[in-house]
Structure formats: structure tokens, C-alpha cells
């Protein structure tokens, strides 16, 4: 069965600073791979996500993730972090061959950023 | 105006009342989604609908029924709520090839 595990419920950045969140995954299938924002008070909002093709996803915001089979990761990255990026990020995969599945959610990473 | 909207955005109710939370969308999708999230737990899928006449258990369906009145509209129902489906409501849709999903603007509910 499909997986996901965000690794840190709370990372604190300092601004200007890189931004590294780690999602690793289970999948049986090849995987369809996302992340997703979710600012205070709001729903979900798609930053990127993998299908096939290029390995590394460019998203919104200045966001990317990088697809590595080996090492069954899907980690989150932003050069330099910006007090508008503090939000909850959640990592998923699709649980079946690529648009047949659900998405399964890993459990969140809460981002702040210090000015 | 939002493509996903849902009704109420914040809900106290007591033990053992039956309540209902309504989304419509305006993306014309055909699959839709109920998820809750709890803190520390992420969101998890509760039911969802590929079409109006085709409608699934999620993960964590049990104490929760659901209508798909038309495309655009998809409702979850407590029959008996219990204090701890005390949580945030999401309601989300996607295309047929689903690999993006939108979500609405949540419900809280309490459950006293």
C-alpha cells in the first residue's frame, strides 16, 4: 500500500535562509508525487507535482522538488525563504496507477519563518 | 468568486444531532472529495465520487454518510454527531484525470 512520511511536523527558518522539507514515500506503482501549501485559515493549493519525464518539478512561489527513485524521496526546496512562505505543507501520492488513485497525505510540516 | 465553496464555515453542534455540510463547484469536475483533518494527522479521505452516480468509502467512512446531488454539488452528513468528529472539514474536486485537486475553504466543526 501506498505512503507517505514527512520527516519534522515543525521546521523554522530564518529568512533569506534555504528551505529543505523532506517527504519520503511508498508506492508499489510508479508514483504520482505532489505537494501541497495551506496558509492559515484556508484550504490546500497545489505548489507542484511529479507524473513522469523530468525528475526535478518546478512549482509555484519559487518552489521545487526533486523525484529520486533510489532513494524513495520526494524532498521540498526553496533557495531562500520569504516570511510569506510560513504555512503548512503537506507531501502525497496517488495510491493507484497514476490518475485511477486517491491521494494519500503525509501528516504536515508546519514552516516558520523568523525575520 | 471561489470555484469551491462550502457551507458553513464554522459549526457548533451537540452530541447525537445530525448535521450536514454542503459543497458546490463551479469547475465543472466530475470528481469530488470530503476529507477532515485533525492536527498531527494530515487530512484523511472520509468519501468521494468519480460522477453522480458513482460514490466510495474513503479511509475513514464509518458515522458518516454522503449525496452527490448533481455534478456540482456534493454533501457529507453526520447522522449522530460525537465529540471527536470534532475537526476541519475540506471538500475538493478534481478532472477525470485527477492529478490536481482543489480544494474549498474548510468547515470547522465542534461537536460539544
Known amino acids: 500500500a501506498q505512503s507517505v512520511t514527512q520527516l519534522g511536523s515543525h521546521v523554522s527558518v530564518s529568512e533569506g535562509a534555504l528551505v529543505l522539507l523532506r517527504c519520503n514515500y511508498s508506492s508499489s506503482v510508479p508514483p504520482y508525487l505532489f505537494w501541497y501549501v495551506q496558509y492559515p485559515n484556508q484550504g490546500l493549493q497545489l505548489l507542484l507535482k511529479y507524473t513522469t519525464g523530468a525528475t526535478l518539478v518546478k512549482g509555484i512561489n519559487g518552489f521545487e522538488a526533486e523525484f529520486k527513485k533510489s532513494e524513495t524521496s520526494f524532498h521540498l526546496t526553496k533557495p531562500s525563504a520569504h516570511m510569506s512562505d510560513a504555512a503548512e505543507y503537506f507531501c502525497?501520492?496517488?495510491?493507484?496507477?497514476?490518475?485511477?488513485?486517491?491521494?494519500?497525505f503525509g501528516k504536515g510540516t508546519k514552516l516558520s519563518v523568523k525575520p | 468568486d471561489a470555484d469551491v465553496t462550502q457551507t458553513p464555515r464554522n459549526r457548533i453542534t451537540k452530541t447525537g444531532k445530525r448535521i450536514m455540510l454542503e459543497c458546490s463547484q463551479t469547475k465543472g469536475h466530475d470528481r469530488m472529495y470530503w476529507y477532515r483533518q485533525d492536527p498531527g494527522l494530515g487530512l484523511r479521505l472520509i468519501y468521494y465520487?468519480?460522477?453522480?452516480?458513482?460514490?466510495n468509502k474513503g479511509e475513514i467512512s464509518d458515522g458518516y454518510s454522503v449525496s452527490r446531488q448533481a455534478q456540482a454539488k456534493f454533501s457529507l452528513s453526520l447522522e449522530s454527531a460525537i465529540p471527536n468528529q470534532t475537526a476541519l472539514y475540506f471538500c475538493?474536486?478534481?478532472?477525470?484525470?485527477?492529478?490536481?485537486?482543489?480544494f474549498g475553504p474548510g468547515t470547522r466543526l465542534t461537536v460539544t
Open positions: 475538493a474536486t478534481s478532472d477525470r484525470q485527477g492529478l490536481e485537486q482543489y
Open positions: 465520487s468519480f460522477d453522480v452516480k458513482d460514490i
Open positions: 502525497a501520492v496517488s495510491d493507484g496507477w497514476g490518475s485511477q488513485g486517491n491521494l494519500i
